[in-house]
């Protein structure tokens, strides 16, 4: 707050026994933006140009079904992967860009059955390309016997086994 161009303190004493107004002067903040390319939604973050130019705590989106490949500032390929701690690249307003990898998408049919326990499970492409622990579902009046390719059940599956496609399946 100010009067009359000077700054006025909590706890200073004031001068001044006419009535006066006090002002408020506002300092322009860097805004830095997220497109966080269909991922969660976050607030922009802000920083005082006058301040530490690094970036303070960086938002971490979700996007079902990817993996979050980080913060990016520019586009293509002169973009630059940017954490917590670096410098601002550019002192103004700016947009930093999510990458995401997509993941492989394993969905489970209960072939008749209703029941619960069974949601879709993710499997990162560039990792151990094995099922991990697969679910088991709980349907009233029915004993669980196991996953299986087909409702035949001549193909089963099992936590560990490799993935029989690194696309997106039942």
Known sequence: WYYDGVEVKEGVAFKSTDEHIVTALWKRMIMISYNCEGGSMHDPMYIDPDGDL???ELAEPTLVGHKFLGWYYGTGEN???VSTGDNIHYNGDHV???KW???IA???DMNGASGTGVET???DPDGDL???DLPKPSSGGKTFDGWATSSSGETRVKSGDSLISTEDHV
Do not use: D, E, G, R
Request: proline share 5%.
């Open 79 to 81: 973009s630059i992967l």
């Open 54 to 56: 690094k970036y303070s």
């Open 130 to 132: 094995k099922y991990p």
């Open 121 to 123: 499970i993710y499997v």
């Open 101 to 103: 990898k997509k993941l």
């Open 106 to 108: 394993v969905s489970f």
């Open 96 to 98: 930093l860009t999510a």
